[in-house]
Nanobody, 120 residues
Framework: QVQLVESGGGLVQAGGSLRLSCAAS????????MGWYRQAPGKQRELVGS???????NYADSVKGRFTISRDDAKNTVYLQMNSLKPEDTAVYYC??????????????WGQGTQVTVSS
């Protein structure tokens, strides 16, 4: 079993910053791609950013230049640094990871979500 635990969400004023963390634990052989998603009330979940095992990143156009995704494989952790936050960034943020749970088998896991609220 693998568990992803998120932290760092909260309430912040527009223009402020937050850093989200997601740490994976359990029966992990290796972690492949990781990503951050978000879901606002009444809207579909969307990809915010992703990072591959080799460090290649991808971002939604709405967050480019403001958000940065990174990973620390020694800690099995992925981060999302969020700067210049806007009210439209308000959502529940979820982390996702492709985990090699056994040799040759990959299982995708999700975190429980953490609330980010940006006030105007």
């Amino acid at each position: 079993q693998v568990q992803l635990v998120e932290s760092g969400g909260g309430l912040v004023q527009a223009g402020g910053s937050l850093r989200l963390s997601c740490a994976a634990s359990g029966s992990i052989i290796r972690i492949g791609d990781m990503g951050w998603y978000r879901q606002a009330p009444g809207k579909q979940r969307e990809l915010v950013g992703s990072v591959t095992r080799s460090g290649s990143t991808n971002y939604a156009d709405s967050v480019k230049g403001r958000f940065t995704i990174s990973r620390d494989d020694a800690k099995n952790t992925v981060y999302l640094q969020m700067n210049s936050l806007k009210p439209e960034d308000t959502a529940v943020y979820y982390c996702n990871a492709d985990v090699y749970v056994t040799w040759g088998r990959i299982q995708q896991y999700w975190g429980q979500g953490t609330q980010v609220t940006v006030s105007s």
